[in-house]
């Protein structure tokens, strides 16, 4: 460090963890803003010590720190990265993403660039946060323009008035969504080992995150459909739902699984019936949830599609829309619905669920999720979507009113 | 029917619902012992009277009728096939799938063929059960010698005892997974439409399932996901479980999840850690969960699994093994672990979950899946199938002890 002529903004140490102590006193002498311990074998391995040590450097030099046992951050802005995983492919977006880990986190980055269409906006891996705590990454992204949203995996609290305050603010103009582990007595003794967290009695995260108006998940896969819902669609003013589906068992699980989510059956209105009816054999009864399978047989694919959705997404009764496909090897499918095109009309969420022959709903799912509409492999999941939009929305007026 | 000069046994029937008694009638003068009605328009779209008249000539003439409002039967033994879906590369196998539906257990096969590895005996598409009720159903694939377990999808029964008789004495010998709907008042008015069925009260179902040992399952998710356990591996002897993870958050959430389902972390022998050690460097901590990254550092990926899985596997204090593998563009997959070749020895559960780049992931998923070992993209659900293997093969001990 000693021997870099020009001035050092951040210094990324990835080297043994006895040598980081030495490596920091350097990068005080040299004036260095911000380090990024990327290094592990610290209080995840029982040495504390070292790790304090870090610490009284950092706060005698006004050195802010991000780790130790982290792959750091990420900006998709301006491509800086001090991550060890590749995570090319990583498209730009709203979504910012923070996580108490680094491999984990790594295997997420390269799971989402792989298989999801958002896209990020910056990361942020916080290690065993010896210095830098979450509630400040929460709120550096709140004032983010490029983030509209945050995800977040942890496993302990430090500062949990900290935490509250920030993330009471930040709900207001940001959903939250956050992955707790740690959450069982034995999972906590595990986060001990792992970053050195203690990760406290869930009940009392849980009223928090409560209190807060944060969107608690309770796994990976939540967080991941639930995200993609709140990146792609803009949220919901109630919670009525129109399901249109090309089986009826679709219909009957997902109004299931609405009763069970704290979402109502919307009512379709008469012009809504009529303009289906157009579709439709003259034989089979208009509900919701709408039975689209006897309109794709009288009408086509494409023309049931474009008529039913169209209808059920301009019914004022309707507050949100979810559309279950069934696609087959040999059929056509509805690539270019009109409402696809007319994206930006659209003033509630669309979400999709297809099922079917994996390369066909992998295609269906490109094209769709392009286009910024969730797509979800299993109706319960494309549910569970619509209901955390409803409610983080409901929540959200309430938290507005009352601070 | 009257034209065919020689004799039929089996009438599939497949026209408008207004011609089907006419049919009916001359099945019965020909002396037809089964009819498979796939047309709908019967007590689903409210044609009780219909469906009655079908049921009168049925029973006059002792022909057994499944349907109407079905895709029918499947047969992978003998490639007999009723269905209007494509159906082609579904796998022969143990797996025998029951469903109350038309176009969703066309898809849900679809979906099964393209994307799972495990294969299927027989299908019933039950439809209306206007004859041929799911206990009869049930009863039929108990004694089937190609079926090893039972998957079905149900949104009404119609005879509570004898459903409830027969399966008490089916799940004793082969595991039964229910998926129900029409489990909440808005979810059962829709199946009335679906299947014109009666749906009852959840609880009603709940207590019988639990009476009976049939496993109930919440989504189409979590039926699939627990099949491919039961279809590929042995059933546990008790509730121990080590995790063998890639990333410590992954040892952290398993942990929790295993604690939130009733299964034990098991406690890992001296002589286990021991052998872990060889590949382990010795700053690391061994424990279960086992954070296996350090190893794969020091000794390579391959030499890091071939060893820690094998010592775990091998281990006399657990019962079940979950590794969680992350894996990453240029990455070394272990594709050719010593464990994958000696399947036939092994005597307890080994399930997987792979994150990480999908291409890589569901290459790594296609050899693991191939050799029987049940791969999942999201930890929990990981555990959650082992926790089902451990509950079922719990209760079957007490179920054999009780009847």
Redesign the interface.
């Given at each position: 460090m000693d021997l870099i002529p020009d001035e050092v903004d951040t210094a990324i140490i990835a080297t043994p963890a006895s040598t980081v102590v030495e490596i920091m006193e350097s990068c005080a002498r040299k004036g260095v803003k911000a380090a990024i311990v990327v290094s592990s074998?610290f209080s995840?391995?029982?040495n504390k010590r070292l790790e304090q040590e870090i610490v009284k450097i950092a706060k005698r030099a006004g050195i802010r720190v991000i780790g130790p046992n982290t792959t750091g951050v990420l900006n998709t802005a301006n491509n800086f990265i001090t991550t060890f995983?590749?995570i090319e492919n990583l498209r730009r977006g709203n979504v910012a993403l923070v996580?108490?880990?680094?491999?984990?986190?790594?295997?997420?980055l390269?799971?989402i660039?792989?298989?999801q269409h958002f896209g990020v906006s910056k990361v942020v891996g916080l290690g065993n946060k010896c210095d830098v705590d979450d509630w400040e990454a929460l709120e550096y992204l709140a004032q983010d323009p490029e983030t509209a949203l945050i995800g977040m995996?942890i496993?302990g609290i430090k500062d949990g008035r900290g935490f509250l305050e920030v993330s009471q603010r930040v709900t207001k103009e940001k959903p939250v969504l956050i992955l707790k582990?740690?959450?069982?007595?034995?999972?906590s003794?595990?986060?001990l080992?792992?970053?050195g967290s203690l990760s406290g009695k869930d009940e009392v995260f849980d009223a928090a995150c409560k209190q807060a108006g944060i969107i608690r998940v309770?796994?990976?896969?939540e967080l991941i459909d639930l995200t993609k819902a709140f990146a792609f669609q803009p949220l919901p003013r109630g919670n009525r739902v129109a399901v249109v589906s090309?089986?009826?068992?679709?219909?009957?699980?997902a109004?299931?699984a609405?009763?069970?989510n704290g979402l109502a059956?919307a009512r379709i209105s008469r012009e809504t019936e009529k303009r289906l009816r157009r579709v439709t054999p003259k034989?089979?009864?208009i509900?919701n949830?709408v039975?689209l399978?006897p309109a794709v047989e009288a009408s086509g694919t494409i023309e049931a599609c474009n008529t039913a959705i169209k209808a059920i997404v301009e019914d004022e009764g309707v507050d949100e829309v979810i559309v279950i496909l069934?696609?087959?090897?040999?059929m056509v499918l509805p690539c270019d619905l009109d409402i696809l095109k007319e994206k930006r009309h659209l003033d509630k969420p669309l979400l999709f669920c297809i099922?079917?022959?994996?390369?066909y709903?992998e295609l269906m799912t490109g094209v769709l999720e392009r286009r910024g509409f969730p797509v979800y492999?299993?109706?319960?999941?494309a549910v569970k979507a619509s209901a955390a939009m409803h409610r983080y929305s409901a929540q959200r007026k309430r938290l507005c009113l009352l601070f």
């Open positions: 074998g995840e391995e029982g995983v590749p996580a108490q880990t680094g491999m984990f986190l790594g295997a997420m390269r799971s660039a792989s298989s995996y496993e582990s740690g959450i069982t007595e034995v999972g003794k595990v986060v080992s792992h970053t309770r796994s990976l896969e090309f089986t009826g068992a679709g219909g009957v699980i109004t299931d609405c009763a069970e059956v034989w089979h009864r509900l949830p039975d399978w069934a696609v087959f090897k040999g099922i079917g022959d994996k390369d709903a492999p299993y109706i319960t999941r």
